[in-house]
């Protein structure tokens, strides 16, 4: 892919996990330093960095997510949209979150993540859960 689609890509990452803007570009930036430091993005873009960099945000993602306070201004700023996926991922706790945006966003394999701090049979159950709430949620609204 090239580094334009690269760029979009995370930032859409970023932005389905944190629900505001300001925040998934800071998200994004600080994946993309991380992991592309040493890359030379003026080229095509490996999909092994993607997966990469997507892993780094999925990481920033839920070390932040600590601070809940932070979890509930966004999911309350998100209300307006009720019945939206987006809406309804901001009402997911973190690691579902991030389980939801990995697996059936991005289509990435659960196995590229499990090697966390999270066992493989633990973001499933995660996952499973998740896509029960969004349904709930998105059929609500």
Known sequence: MDVNEYFKKVYTIAFRLAGDETKAADMAF????????????????PFDVLRDTAREVCR????EAGDNSYILRISEKNNSKAGSFQNALMTLNPLRRAAVVWRDVFGFKIDDVSESDYSRQELYMELNKARRQIIEKTNDG
């Open 30 to 45: 600080s994946a993309i330093k991380c992991v592309s430091s040493d890359v030379e993005l003026s080229y095509k873009v």
């Open 60 to 63: 920033i993602f839920l070390s």
